[in-house]
């Protein structure tokens, strides 16, 4: 088997109609796979420049009122979790990123683009084929890279389970303190 993309139709809807997920779908317990992505200064990072317990909040972009608030929620928490490092995914150009990132008032993740290659959303499994744009989708790896906790969100014009991810960030903070 190659590297072909696998294709997942209906993987999300957008207002009820099925969209198509290019990349494979991750499972609680794998290695993640490495990616490169940019940040708003438009130098690289891949798995390998991050480190610790990660949240990977991906998003179709946060020009909109859905992912805007979402990103504000993950920013807030991520203020009283100190020791876990939010990154905020998109295929929004990281100048857009950075200017939004000013005028929230975000200090406490991370927006990186993904807009270049698609590479994060195809490897995670979150590349919205119609739209070229990444599903709304909460990953949270351990310090050892491992996935531990995925949510996948079905409709993405919804929000995601904010207190699902938390309990899930938590206990992976408590268990890599160990």
């Known amino acids: 088997m190659g590297m072909e993309s696998t294709e997942r139709p209906g993987g999300v809807l957008?207002?009820?109609?099925?969209?198509?997920?290019l990349g494979p779908e991750l499972k609680v317990g794998q290695a993640v796979p490495d990616f490169a992505v940019l940040?708003?200064?438009l130098s690289p990072l891949t798995l390998a420049g991050t480190e610790g317990v990660r949240v990977f909040v991906t998003v179709p972009s946060l020009d909109t009122p859905v992912c805007d608030l979402e990103a504000r929620?993950?920013?807030?928490?991520?203020?009283?979790?100190?020791?876990?490092?939010?990154?905020?995914?998109?295929?929004?150009?990281?100048?857009?990123?950075?200017?939004?990132c000013g005028n929230a008032g975000i200090k406490n993740v991370a927006t990186v683009s993904d807009h270049r290659a698609m590479?994060?959303?195809?490897?995670?499994?979150?590349?919205?084929?119609?739209?070229?744009?990444l599903?709304?989708?909460v990953f949270v790896v351990?310090?050892?890279?491992?996935?531990?906790?995925?949510?996948?969100?079905?409709?993405?014009?919804?929000q995601p389970d904010f207190d699902a991810a938390l309990a899930?960030?938590?206990?992976?903070?408590?268990?890599?303190?160990r």
């Open 119 to 133: 590479s994060f959303a195809d490897a995670w499994g979150v590349h919205i084929k119609e739209l070229r744009l």
């Open 39 to 41: 940040a708003n200064d």
């Open 168 to 177: 899930a960030i938590r206990q992976v903070r408590t268990v890599s303190r």
């Open 73 to 100: 929620r993950f920013n807030d928490e991520a203020a009283l979790l100190p020791g876990v490092s939010v990154f905020v995914v998109s295929a929004d150009l990281p100048f857009a990123q950075a200017r939004w």
């Open 142 to 158: 351990d310090a050892a890279g491992k996935l531990s906790y995925f949510q996948l969100v079905k409709e993405i014009a919804s």
């Open 135 to 137: 599903a709304r989708a």
């Open 14 to 21: 957008f207002k009820g109609n099925p969209l198509t997920l």
